[in-house]
C-alpha cells in the first residue's frame, strides 16, 4: 500500500519569505510524486511531478520541489511566497507498474501567506 | 481552466435517493478517475476507467458504479444516499494511464439532507 504524510495542517509565512510545505511518503518500488494546489471553490491544478531524473523539479508559478530517496521526502518550496499563494496544497504518490495511475494524497496544507 | 467539466456544480438531494454525476475529460484523454473529497477522509480515489474499460477500484461504496461512455464521458451514480455521502466528487482525465498529471475538474459538491 502507497501512502502520503503532509505532517503540517498550516504553514504561515510572511510574503516575500521562502515557503516550504512538506511532504513524506511510502510506496514499494520507485514512485511517481505529484504536487497539487487547490484554491477555495475550485477543483485541483496541478503544479509539478517527480517521475525521474533530476531530484529537483520545477513547476509552475515559480514553485520547485525536491526528491529525497533516502529521507522519502518531497517538499514542496518557493523562494519567495505571494499572498495568490495561499490555498491548500496537496502531496500525492502513484506506484509505476502498478497498471493503474491512481493518486494517494496526503491530508493537505494550508498555506497562509501574510502581506 | 484544466478542460475537464463536470456537472452539476452542486446538487442537493435527500437521504435514500439516486443522483448521476456527469464528467467530460480533456480532449484526447482516455483515462477518467473519480475522487471523493470530504472533510474527515480527505481526497479518496473511488475508481478509474481507461478508454471504456475499467481498470482501478478504490474505496468506492457497492451503492456507488461508474461508466465510460463510447465518447469517452463518464458518469458516476450514487444511490441509496446516506447523509455520510456528502462530499465534493471530483472527476480526473489523463492522456494514458500512467506516467503523466491528471487534471481535475471543478468538481460536484452534494449535499445530502
Known amino acids: 500500500a502507497q501512502s502520503v504524510a503532509q505532517p503540517e495542517d498550516q504553514v504561515n509565512v510572511a510574503e516575500g519569505n521562502p515557503l516550504t510545505v512538506k511532504c513524506t511518503y511510502s510506496v514499494s518500488g520507485n514512485p511517481y510524486l505529484f504536487w497539487y494546489v487547490q484554491y477555495p471553490n475550485r477543483g485541483l491544478q496541478f503544479l509539478l511531478k517527480y517521475i525521474t531524473g533530476d531530484n529537483l523539479v520545477k513547476g509552475s508559478y515559480g514553485f520547485e520541489a525536491e526528491f529525497n530517496k533516502s529521507q522519502t521526502s518531497f517538499h514542496l518550496k518557493k523562494p519567495s511566497a505571494l499572498v495568490s499563494d495561499s490555498a491548500l496544497y496537496f502531496c500525492a504518490v502513484s506506484r509505476p507498474g502498478a497498471g493503474s495511475y491512481q493518486l494517494t494524497f496526503g491530508k493537505g496544507t494550508k498555506l497562509s501567506v501574510i502581506p | ?113
Open chain 2, 1 to 113: 481552466d484544466s478542460g475537464v467539466t463536470q456537472t452539476p456544480k452542486h446538487l442537493i438531494t435527500a437521504t435514500g435517493q439516486r443522483v448521476t454525476l456527469r464528467c467530460s475529460p480533456r480532449s484526447g484523454d482516455l483515462s477518467v478517475y473519480w475522487y471523493q473529497q470530504s472533510l474527515d477522509q480527505g481526497l479518496q480515489f473511488l475508481i478509474q476507467y481507461y478508454n471504456g474499460e475499467e481498470r482501478a477500484k478504490g474505496n468506492i461504496l457497492e451503492r456507488f458504479s461508474a461508466q465510460q461512455f463510447p465518447d469517452l464521458h463518464s458518469e458516476l451514480n450514487l444511490s441509496s444516499l446516506e447523509l455520510g455521502d456528502s462530499a465534493l466528487y471530483f472527476c480526473a482525465s489523463s492522456v494514458q494511464v500512467q506516467n503523466t498529471e491528471a487534471f481535475f475538474g471543478q468538481g460536484t459538491r452534494l449535499t445530502v439532507v
